[in-house]
């Protein structure tokens, strides 16, 4: 998740752990020039792409999770609004122009100190095609949602509150916290 | 907001940017030991403490914004939930112990790659007191709030909804994008 700090990425000392003055935690601090080197959650933004009644799912070509179905997302990038960053991964990864519609879910995942963002997103047309990062790109009715591979708890549990919303007629937006999944401590 | 990264927080050699292959954006690599070195937008939560009719403002002792007045919020860090932080900043700078209620508020901040999120909370007691952040913590009626002495435009926003909706008897979720305010480029 964060890369080791060993040195000073500011002036190449190597930097120890300790709490600075004022502070309560462990910080990568550097004795030679001052730096404090700061580690804060990852945030991944992304959304559930519908046409018409089906909902488009992404088989991952890379790791974690390696053949497995997700939603579209990804790390948000400097720069970005959540919203680009939703887009931007649909496009990335599913080559999908998506109109994108109101947050649905936003998950805090602290095992992993990540925050997951997804919207809702409409798809004008059925034209989408894999990405760099996908193995495979498909529509999928709710029926045939393949569940039992699905990458990760955070795509798990929105598609479940989409369908069961869809369903119910409601539209609502649902902030909750995630624990690690059966698969183990990746969200 | 992210420190410079001149060497490998790894290796310690130097870094140079360089757009890594299968990435479509500059990154600092390291040469030497192949380390990628990503920079990411950092999460903000905080909450508004209300008690009665009244909201909990804290006057910053610390800059950006040293003097002026804002609700308690500050940087996620590593292993918490966003409801979590929310609620440690609120100890922290106002010594305040928050029943924290749903999400209000939740801000992209392009310009300074953050992303802030704000709270529904109330206070069982109207107990608080300056934590090491703050010069002063007061509780304010909505004539009394010192619109032309807020520390951030997220504060400006946050508090202007939540009067709004409490006028109206209403509550939502609010997602929005926003621009540099008029102190400059700090959220």
């Given at each position: 998740?964060?890369?080791?700090?060993?040195?000073?990425?500011?002036?190449?000392?190597?930097?120890?752990?300790?709490?600075?003055?004022?502070?309560?935690?462990?910080?990568?601090?550097?004795?030679?020039?001052?730096?404090?080197?700061?580690?804060?959650?990852?945030?991944?933004?992304?959304?559930i792409p519908v046409f018409g009644e089906q909902v488009l799912l992404?088989?991952?070509?890379?790791?974690?999770?390696?053949?497995?179905w997700?939603l579209?997302?990804?790390?948000?990038?400097?720069?970005?609004?959540?919203?680009?960053?939703?887009?931007?991964?649909?496009?990335?990864?599913?080559?999908?122009?998506?109109?994108?519609?109101?947050?649905f879910?936003?998950?805090?995942?602290?095992?992993?100190?990540?925050?997951?963002?997804f919207?809702h997103g409409r798809m004008?047309?059925p034209?989408?095609?894999?990405?760099?990062?996908?193995?495979?790109?498909r529509l999928f009715h709710e029926h045939e949602i393949p569940w039992e591979e699905l990458?990760?708890?955070?795509v798990r549990r929105t598609l479940q509150l989409y369908f069961s919303e869809r369903r119910a007629g409601i539209c609502?937006?649902?902030?909750?916290?995630?624990?690690?999944?059966?698969?183990?401590?990746?969200?």
């Open positions: 998740m964060n890369s080791p700090i060993n040195y000073c990425p500011q002036c190449s000392e190597p930097v120890r752990q300790a709490i600075p003055a004022g502070d309560d935690r462990l910080r990568h601090v550097c004795d030679a020039c001052g730096a404090i080197h700061y580690q804060n959650p990852k945030v991944i933004a992304g959304c992404c088989r991952r070509a890379i790791e974690p999770r390696l053949g497995l997700t579209p997302a990804g790390f948000m990038e400097l720069g970005e609004t959540l919203a680009e960053a939703a887009r931007r991964e649909a496009w990335e990864e599913a080559q999908v122009e998506v109109d994108l519609g109101p947050l879910t936003l998950f805090s995942l602290p095992h992993i100190s990540q925050v997951y963002a919207f004008a047309e034209r989408f095609a894999a990405g760099e990062e996908s193995l495979d790109v990458a990760f708890e955070t609502g937006i649902h902030v909750e916290d995630l624990a690690p999944d059966r698969h183990g401590p990746i969200g």
